[in-house]
T-cell receptor
Framework: GAGVSQSPSNKVTEKGKDVELRCDPISGHTALYWYRQSLGQGLEFLIYFQGNSAPDKSGLPSDRFSAERTGGSVSTLTIQRTQQEDSAVYLC???????????????FGPGTRLTVT | QKEVEQNSGPLSVPEGAIASLNCTYSDRGSQSFFWYRQYSGKSPELIMFIYSNGDKEDGRFTAQLNKASQYVSLLIRDSQPSDSATYLCAPRGIGYQLIWGAGTKLIIKP
């Protein structure tokens, strides 16, 4: 079946502008994660949605970052007033319900490469 | 102490040899352990998971887990140049989230 999809694949924006990144998880997956990966670095956790529970926002680096998940499916990560240090690849992952598969397994989308000039 | 420790590498292994990738973790409550492979410029992909002490084999890959020592490893037999990538170790923490290591860069030399 279809995997996790993300759009756009690349985004170039000017410093100070707002950007929206979209993630469409695998159908039926209840958990959704956003990560950031700077060049040559590891995965930095940003935010986690699980079903209808309140999201875990503990990884968001500043109040310029926000995310929402509508209808338990598609998610949008918004970065306001972008800064050059926001340049990175933003990855989305989803997980199946806990009673299916192996609890914790995550499937990643192809990512959005954000460049702030 | 980092929650998940991996040697950053690069680990250079001759083609056809066994590549051994190691990972230690600090959370004794972790129950499941995942190995992901990430090619340069690509997103991570799941290779294997393990949740019982001992070995688990899948083709050329073997995951090993020792919960008492808080140690998990991944062996790749008959290494191929296509195995060259960064390998990420990720124990499952509380709330079913994965705790990510920084990864080990593996280079298979023809």
């Amino acid at each position: 079946g279809a995997g996790v999809s993300q759009s756009p694949s690349n985004k170039v924006t000017e410093k100070g502008k707002d950007v929206e990144l979209r993630c469409d998880p695998i159908s039926g997956h209840t958990a959704l994660y956003w990560y950031r990966q700077s060049l040559g670095q590891g995965l930095e956790f940003l935010i986690y949605f699980q079903g209808n529970s309140a999201p875990d926002k503990s990884g968001l680096p500043s109040d310029r970052f926000s995310a929402e998940r509508t209808g338990g499916s598609v998610s949008t990560l918004t970065i306001q007033r972008t800064q050059q240090e926001d340049s990175a690849v933003y990855l989305c992952a989803s997980s199946p319900p806990r009673f299916l598969g192996v609890p914790g397994e995550q499937y990643f989308g192809p990512g959005t490469r954000l460049t702030v000039t | 102490q980092k929650e998940v420790e991996q040697n950053s590498g690069p680990l250079s292994v001759p083609e056809g040899a066994i590549a051994s990738l190691n990972c230690t973790y600090s959370d004794r409550g972790s129950q499941s352990f995942f190995w992901y492979r990430q090619y340069s410029g690509k997103s991570p992909e799941l290779i294997m998971f393990i949740y019982s002490n001992g070995d688990k084999e899948d083709g050329r890959f073997t995951a090993q887990l020792n919960k008492a020592s808080q140690y998990v490893s991944l062996l790749i037999r008959d290494s191929q140049p296509s195995d060259s990538a960064t390998y990420l170790c990720a124990p499952r923490g509380i709330g079913y989230q994965l705790i990510w290591g920084a990864g080990t860069k593996l280079i298979i030399k023809p």
